[in-house]
């Protein structure tokens, strides 16, 4: 039997929802379950303002627009991450500057940025991977200091926190993703979290193509026009709808994970002890969601290897991120700051395992046999 690396859980809430956004008549953007979503987002991350968008790509390039970007600027970000993360600053005509990350989180390496900064840094971009945050503290102090931007890309890091605080909410910007392989989903979707207030006004007008759009609709003028540059960043209220309901049972989905994330972890202890492979690292002041279990293996080869010994036994998995630095555009539009051993190494290495809410304990107990065996006959 198949074992998928990923399936969306949809429950009969997410049909009714849709079912009566379909009756109000509403079904363009920002209608009555789009504004249940922004107050839900608002309340979890304690943040004053959040807007949806229709992906975490399109939030992070509403950050990039409200961080007056222009040729020249630079970006600090890691190279383990999603395209999105450099394209969003990139399409700005700003330069991501790739620094190496933390061997245990596989996080952004906070004593590296410091210099790693030049006159041209505008904006910080920490990832939170994995749903585990980065060290934030000091990523915030010295954003603090320099006069530089914070702009999370929490796309992994629904419900999670750093030091109890909610990650998405630290920054002056924050990015979240519903896309169907988060924990949290609506096929496609995304969200931006904004905590610096002054930045509030301008993020609606960029989300609503330019306009004033928003501000007429609440009467705080007579009349909408073109005020600003923009898009179209909003998601339709079908979208919104499926996601409220997602978002009431997101600490259930969660917990879900968590117990499937305790009973890889568990499981695969011994072959961490035998220096087979290695499994995650969560530092005690980071609850993290369950985002994805992966593990670290020797190798390129060894991995390779394991992800054919699964498939052929039907049971799928995948690996994470060619390094954008490595990349062809990652060498046309950005830059390395010194060496990145740690991001090469993880990106030939990690390997990431099945996990989803509807995973049976029976099929993650296979899916662990295999891997046992695998590494019994190497």
Request: proline share 6%; net charge negative.
């Amino acid at each position: 039997m198949k074992i998928p690396f990923n399936k969306a859980r949809v429950h009969p809430l997410e049909l009714d929802y849709i079912r009566a956004a379909l009756e109000s008549g509403h079904l363009s953007g920002d209608g009555p379950f789009t504004h249940k979503c922004h107050r839900w987002l608002e309340e979890q991350h304690a943040v004053p303002r959040a807007l949806l968008t229709h992906s975490a790509t399109a939030a992070l390039e509403m950050a990039a627009l409200l961080a007056n970007l222009e040729p020249g600027d630079e970006v600090l970000m890691p190279s383990y991450t999603f395209v999105s993360t450099a394209n969003a600053f990139a399409l700005r005509g700003a330069t991501p500057v790739f620094v190496d990350i933390r061997p245990d989180t596989l996080n952004l390496n906070e004593d590296l940025l410091a210099q790693s900064i030049t006159e041209k840094t505008r904006v910080i971009a920490p990832v939170h991977y994995a749903g585990v945050s980065c060290e934030m503290d000091p990523i915030l102090a010295l954003a603090q200091e320099r006069n530089l931007l914070v702009v999370e890309d929490a796309a992994q890091g629904i419900l999670a926190s750093y030091r109890g605080r909610p990650l998405g909410g630290l920054g002056d910007l924050g990015a979240l993703s519903f896309h169907e392989s988060k924990n949290v989903i609506s096929g496609e979707g995304g969200a931006l979290l904004i905590r610096a207030p002054h930045l509030a006004a301008r993020a609606e007008i960029i989300r609503e193509k330019g306009t004033n759009r928003s501000q007429f609709f609440r009467g705080e003028t007579d009349k909408y026009s073109w005020v600003d540059i923009g898009s179209s960043y909003l998601p339709g209220e079908l979208t919104a709808a499926f996601l409220l309901a997602q978002l009431e049972q997101a600490r259930a989905l969660i917990e879900t994970r968590l117990a499937l994330w305790e009973r890889y972890h568990a499981a695969l202890h011994r072959l961490e002890i035998a220096g087979a492979l290695r499994r995650p690292i969560i530092p005690a002041h980071c609850q993290h969601n369950a985002h994805m279990y992966y593990l670290l293996l020797p190798d390129q080869e060894t991995r390779a290897a394991l992800i054919a010994h699964l498939k052929a036994r039907d049971v799928y998995t995948v690996f994470h991120y060619v390094p954008l630095h490595s990349a062809p555009a990652g060498r046309k539009y950005g830059r390395v700051a010194g060496e990145l051993p740690v991001t090469e190494r993880i990106g030939e290495t990690l390997l990431r395992l099945p996990l989803y809410p509807d995973l049976s304990f029976a099929d993650q107990d296979r899916v662990v046999g295999l891997i046992l065996d695998f590494f019994e006959k190497q």
